[in-house]
């Protein structure tokens, strides 16, 4: 089992990848984990919120295999506390083995295909973050509950 982190955009600020950097790096002790960017649509100031969505759900579901396992980082989506995102990454480990995708959208959100082939979704806050603080934001969590599942001082309850 591998995990990817798909995101719209690049990580342009050097403070972000140098902690993104920070906890790959750490996660790669415990689960192959990879970051996948999916460049920005160019030239879209005459397209709809609604196009572009679209044009950018096609672009995730090509970097997504019939297999895995899709998750949304999604404002709607269920929040969980750090022991929480344990319990679920543990869950997901233990059936079968199934690559897991976790996607952060564009601006505007996932188009409807996307929410279709997802299997779940997930919300960091009810607060808004930028996209490129998510990537971090995130991937410290996944670590985290790896640290949790394995007993390490990491986590502090």
Not at 33 to 52: A, D, G, M, R
Not at 60 to 87: C, F, N, P, W
Not at 139 to 144: A, D, F, K, L, P
């Amino acid at each position: 089992m591998k995990i990817t982190l798909l995101a719209v955009g690049k990580t342009d600020k050097g403070w972000i990848r140098e902690g993104l950097d920070t906890y790959v790096s750490r996660l790669k002790h415990y689960v192959p984990f990879s970051i996948t960017e999916i460049p920005e649509l160019k030239n879209v100031s005459s397209l709809t919120k609604e196009q572009i969505k679209l044009r950018e759900g096609e672009l995730i579901l090509k970097h997504v295999q019939q297999s895995d396992d899709l998750v949304l980082l999604d404002e709607r989506g269920k929040e969980y506390s750090s022991m929480g995102m344990a319990a679920l990454m543990q869950d997901k480990m233990s059936r079968g083995g199934k690559d897991i995708v976790f996607v952060i959208g564009g601006a505007y959100g996932f188009s409807d295909e996307v929410y279709r082939r997802a299997g779940s979704r997930i919300s960091l806050s009810k607060m808004t973050f930028s996209h490129q603080m998510v990537r971090v934001i995130f991937t410290e969590q996944i670590y985290r509950a790896f640290t949790i599942m394995r007993g390490e001082p990491y986590h502090h309850e």
